[in-house]
């Protein structure tokens, strides 16, 4: 399985998207994701985006969600900040679940 990683530099200067990436490794993938708001507040909102977007779509929603808590919000594999495989056939359920 290949993987490709976005160079950062592609992400400088977006409109309203002031956020730095944080990163987990899941299996052989870096996930970013983005965590906004107070890390100890009692609620969490997880915002989850679909096809083909990433955490840029919530770039107005963040600021209002963070005020009322903490918000993470992941860029899922192939998206984004986090890693692509550079093959279609390595997107499978299966090879989403650790071993």
Known sequence: MGVVRTPEDRFEDLA???WEP???EVGDLRMAYVDAGD???EETTLC????????YLYRKMIPRFSE?????VPDLPGFGRSD???AVEDYTVAGRIPP
Do not use: M, Q
């Open 48 to 55: 989850l985006h679909g096809e083909p977007t990433w955490a």
């Open 39 to 41: 890390p100890d507040a």
């Open 84 to 86: 692509k495989y550079d």
């Open 68 to 72: 009322a808590g903490r918000v993470i």
């Open 16 to 18: 309203g998207f002031p």
């Open 22 to 24: 944080s990163y987990v």
